[in-house]
């Protein structure tokens, strides 16, 4: 009988785990298609626009060609690139940034990024970059006569690790969420699933350098609310988004958590509604078990009234991949919105 009991237990043990993992992985969603009015794919993104943000005046900036464990892509030997777009334009289309010499451009596989105006109305753009799979912070000048990045300077510390996303506050000043604690894929999914939270949100200046935040399983998208009181974190493998108040000292209190079903990425907010917009996988055994043939989806949800006590929250896009693949982040700007994906196209669309 004994030797029959070690087995039994091994096996429902085993069932136990795989039925976590695909809860935890939302293994069984589909969604319903949703599309505003008038999508186009933009031409010229077909590896990737992981993350998006936009200056006040309507220039985008688009990160592609994410390398990323356990992640697919469709150019591996590809060195990433920055890509501009102007959404003033009726019909936009995207410009690859060239990159100043003497930056290692065969090894720049950018990730989350984040633009910071200074009082002279200069224009940075933070680029979290992962060359050989380590995680450094770039900052590049803008220069938009000529469209293009003039590298400043490379940030490398030792709690800027497994770097996801950033939010620049000031000259090197910033925020970044740090995604996983391992760095090799099977290590990096199984502290998701058994919940290790060795996780972090940084706080970064050239004085401080500090954990502000823990108590994260996957943070991911960073972003800040219009009147700069609040941090938005997305936890990509809680499915929820942490609502944070920033301190003078730049510490942060957890307000509340607004629980989904769906795993956040990227978070923007849109500069004339404070809504805040993310880029969403409803499905993540599809993104880790990538099958051409049934690939993962995208969604995007848009939650007003973030901070009250009932945030309202829908969908406004939604495809079973047919058209695009792992949706990642979503910008609005003036009735227009911007999509970008992990590793595929990216979606202009009419709101
Ligand atoms: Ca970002
Ligand atoms: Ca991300």
Same mark, same amino acid.
């Given at each position: 009988m004994g030797k029959l009991v070690v087995p039994t237990l091994l096996g429902a043990?085993?069932?136990?785990?795989?039925?976590?993992?695909?809860?935890?992985?939302n293994a069984s969603r589909e969604v319903e298609p949703v599309e505003p009015g008038n999508c186009q794919l933009i031409e010229g993104i077909e590896n990737g626009s992981e993350d998006i943000d936009v200056l006040p005046s309507g220039l985008a900036f688009i990160s592609s060609g994410l390398k990323? &464990?356990?992640?697919?892509?469709?150019?591996?030997?590809? @060195?990433?690139?920055?890509?501009?777009?102007?959404?003033?334009?009726?019909?936009p289309h995207v410009q690859e940034l060239s990159i100043s010499n003497g930056f290692d451009k065969a090894s720049f596989n950018p990730h989350g990024i984040s633009t910071f105006i200074d009082e002279d109305h200069n224009?940075?753009?933070?680029?979290?970059?992962? &060359?050989?799979?380590? !995680?450094?912070?770039?900052?590049?000048?803008? +220069?938009?006569?000529?469209? !293009?990045?003039?590298?400043? =300077?490379?940030?490398?510390?030792?709690?800027?690790?497994?770097?996801? +996303?950033?939010l620049v506050l000031g000259p090197e000043q910033f925020y970044a969420t740090r995604d996983h604690y391992f760095t090799k894929s099977c290590l990096m999914l199984l502290e998701m699933l058994i919940d290790l939270r060795w996780t972090y949100v940084l706080y970064y200046s050239p004085k401080e350098v500090k954990v502000v935040a823990r108590g994260f399983n996957s943070p991911n998208?960073?972003?800040?609310?219009?009147?700069?009181?609040?941090?938005?974190? %997305?936890?990509?493998?809680? =499915?929820?988004?942490?609502?944070?108040?920033?301190?003078?000292? #730049?510490?942060?209190?957890?307000?509340k958590v607004i629980q989904l079903d769906t795993s956040v990425d990227n978070l923007t907010v849109d500069p004339d509604t404070g809504d805040v917009l993310a880029g969403c996988h409803p499905n993540v055994m599809k993104l880790i078990l990538y099958? /051409?043939? +049934? /690939?993962?989806?995208?969604?995007?949800? #848009?939650?007003?009234?973030?901070?009250?006590?009932? @945030?309202?929250?829908?969908?406004?896009? %939604?495809?079973?991949?047919?058209?695009?693949?792992? !949706?990642?982040? %979503?910008? %609005?700007?003036k009735r227009k919105l911007l999509i970008g994906t992990i590793f595929d196209k990216a979606l202009y669309c009419e709101l």
């Amino acid at each position: 009988m004994g030797k029959l009991v070690v087995p039994t237990l091994l096996g429902a043990a085993l069932a136990l785990i795989v039925a976590f993992g695909r809860q935890k992985l939302n293994a069984s969603r589909e969604v319903e298609p949703v599309e505003p009015g008038n999508c186009q794919l933009i031409e010229g993104i077909e590896n990737g626009s992981e993350d998006i943000d936009v200056l006040p005046s309507g220039l985008a900036f688009i990160s592609s060609g994410l390398k990323y &464990p356990g992640m697919p892509s469709f150019a591996p030997d590809k @060195p990433g690139q920055i890509f501009l777009m102007d959404l003033n334009k009726p019909n936009p289309h995207v410009q690859e940034l060239s990159i100043s010499n003497g930056f290692d451009k065969a090894s720049f596989n950018p990730h989350g990024i984040s633009t910071f105006i200074d009082e002279d109305h200069n224009v940075y753009l933070y680029v979290v970059n992962h &060359p050989h799979m380590e !995680s450094t912070l770039e900052i590049f000048k803008f +220069d938009e006569q000529q469209r !293009s990045l003039v590298h400043l =300077k490379t940030i490398e510390h030792e709690l800027l690790k497994s770097v996801n +996303d950033i939010l620049v506050l000031g000259p090197e000043q910033f925020y970044a969420t740090r995604d996983h604690y391992f760095t090799k894929s099977c290590l990096m999914l199984l502290e998701m699933l058994i919940d290790l939270r060795w996780t972090y949100v940084l706080y970064y200046s050239p004085k401080e350098v500090k954990v502000v935040a823990r108590g994260f399983n996957s943070p991911n998208g960073i972003t800040i609310s219009p009147d700069k009181k609040y941090i938005y974190v %997305a936890d990509v493998a809680d =499915k929820n988004i942490h609502v944070m108040k920033i301190h003078d000292n #730049r510490d942060l209190t957890l307000l509340k958590v607004i629980q989904l079903d769906t795993s956040v990425d990227n978070l923007t907010v849109d500069p004339d509604t404070g809504d805040v917009l993310a880029g969403c996988h409803p499905n993540v055994m599809k993104l880790i078990l990538y099958n /051409p043939k +049934d /690939p993962p989806q995208s969604e995007v949800l #848009r939650i007003q009234d973030i901070l009250s006590e009932k @945030p309202r929250i829908n969908t406004v896009y %939604a495809n079973n991949g047919s058209i695009l693949q792992a !949706s990642s982040v %979503a910008f %609005a700007y003036k009735r227009k919105l911007l999509i970008g994906t992990i590793f595929d196209k990216a979606l202009y669309c009419e709101l």
